[in-house]
């Protein structure tokens, strides 16, 4: 019986030890985005993470636009946004590895193969 306990107290430890290691990227971060025509463009992402989940906007001169299907797991966060442009509706899907203060990023448009990779800071 004491063996089991050990144990019992053991995983007990390690799952914490897995939550607490969870990356901290509530709030806000700005980053320097690439455009359609190359050029680069200042977007901003507020993040609230609950658990394992990831809410919050992506602002850019357009508007904010809200965060969908929002995830965090250790240091890796993943969310999509869904934009309009023209009348085209287009999700942009963001995977990032949290580092500190950066987030490294790898965007991509749902649906296609091609990525843009970016950094954001955080700024507050």
């Known amino acids: 019986m004491r063996m089991l306990n050990w144990i019992t107290l053991a995983a007990m430890a390690a799952a914490l030890a897995m939550t607490a290691s969870a990356a901290d990227v509530n709030g806000t971060w700005t980053a320097q985005v690439p455009g359609r025509d190359g050029q680069m463009r200042e977007a901003t992402y507020t993040f609230k993470v ?57 965007r991509s448009r749902e649906g296609a193969d091609q990525t843009q990779e970016f950094t954001a800071k955080r700024a507050s």
């Open 50 to 106: 609950d658990g394992d989940k990831l809410t919050g906007t992506m602002s850019f001169p357009q508007g904010d636009q809200p965060i969908k299907d929002g995830k965090i797991s250790g240091n890796n966060i993943s969310f999509k946004v869904a934009l309009e442009f023209n009348g085209n509706s287009i999700v942009l899907v963001f995977k990032g590895t949290v580092s500190g203060d950066q987030i490294k990023f790898t």
